[in-house]
């Protein structure tokens, strides 16, 4: 077996649906599928039974523990030379595989990642906050990106790795949080190497609304910090931004009192900021509807990450 594709699953059966439903149609055939249910109140084994004729499947039920000790429970289950994971709200272009199978026989990586794309049947909400995530303009590009700051790190909703990664590395330490990142950190500091397939890509759902869509960057924003408490050194003044935006938002009035010119210069630049994401949307995504909900998807990302890491990097000051 070539590829195992392993996917943690939490309450979510029309997402695996979804998932299984495009794997039907890769172009390589040569691999299995291992749905690993983390505890679920709403399990999706009955839909997992559908796809038995069509894939190589099998299905895993565990007590709940978070999406790391779920894909590790995957991999030490899967029979492929190269363990792929996937989040439950992807869903995977035919050509996927086979842009990794191209890629492997050139670079020989030991680990990959590759980008997120919005479908165009996603709703306009989920589009924008898929714009947002892998923008220059917000992310710096870092998920997947062409262009991007710093170097690269393979996200758990689209990795694969190596069985020689998963044996010398036991794959992810972290429960949830930014596990991905943490696990990324390791495998570059291991000397493995880990490399974008740009072709590679996956349609990523994401939250299907904007309050989903902040708790789930403010936990990034908190793993963050605890992935720099595993690995000193590894939070950089590019990850300390949204926090900057958000402390620099909240100070605005207090910039109206003691400096009036001062103020209308910090408010220009702001709006000028929130009119080049508006532009690049539309530009990237030919819609205005995105474009328009662009705007409110970077500032809830902005805040959402820079408020949960100013919260976990402030509470061993508190606690003093």
């Not at 309450?11 to 299995?32: A, C, G, M, Y």
């Not at 262009?147 to 190596?162: A, C, D, E």
Request: with cysteine; net charge positive.
């Amino acid at each position: 077996m070539k590829y195992s594709i392993i996917v943690p699953v939490y309450n979510r059966p029309e997402e695996v649906r979804e998932l299984l439903d495009s794997l039907t149609h890769q172009t390589v055939k040569d691999f299995e599928v291992l749905i690993v249910e983390d505890g679920s109140s709403v399990r999706c084994d009955d839909i997992v039974d559908r796809y038995r004729k069509q894939l190589s499947i099998q299905y895993f039920f565990k007590p709940n523990a978070g999406p790391g000790p779920a894909r590790n429970f995957g991999y030490s289950k899967a029979a492929g030379e190269y363990l792929i994971v996937f989040d439950s709200d992807c869903i995977i272009p035919p050509g996927y595989l086979e842009a990794v199978h191209k890629a492997l026989a050139i670079y020989g990586w030991d680990a990959w990642g590759g980008p997120d794309q919005a479908h165009t049947t996603f709703t306009l909400v989920q589009r924008a906050m898929g714009y947002t995530m892998a923008s220059v303009w917000t992310t710096g590009g870092i998920r997947g990106g062409k262009k991007r700051v710093g170097s690269f790190q393979p996200r758990s909703f689209n990795m694969g790795i190596s069985r020689k990664v998963y044996t010398q590395t036991q794959g992810f330490h972290f429960d949830r949080y930014a596990e991905d990142i943490e696990f990324s950190i390791r495998m570059k500091n291991a000397g493995y190497k880990v490399g974008l397939i740009p072709e590679a890509y996956v349609y990523h759902k994401r939250r299907t609304s904007f309050s989903q869509f902040y708790h789930q960057v403010s936990n990034f924003g908190k793993g963050r910090v605890l992935v720099g408490r595993a690995h000193p050194g590894e939070v950089k003044i590019t990850h300390w931004l949204p926090a900057i935006f958000v402390l620099g938002t909240l100070s605005l009035p207090l910039w109206a009192l003691i400096s009036p010119i001062l103020f209308y210069t910090v408010l220009g630049g702001w709006l000028f900021y929130l009119s080049v994401i508006f532009l690049h949307a539309l530009w990237q995504n030919k819609n205005l509807g995105v474009a328009f909900l662009a705007v409110p998807a970077a500032l809830i990302q902005l805040s959402g990450y820079g408020l949960g890491f100013l919260r976990e990097w402030s509470k061993p000051y508190i606690r003093k």
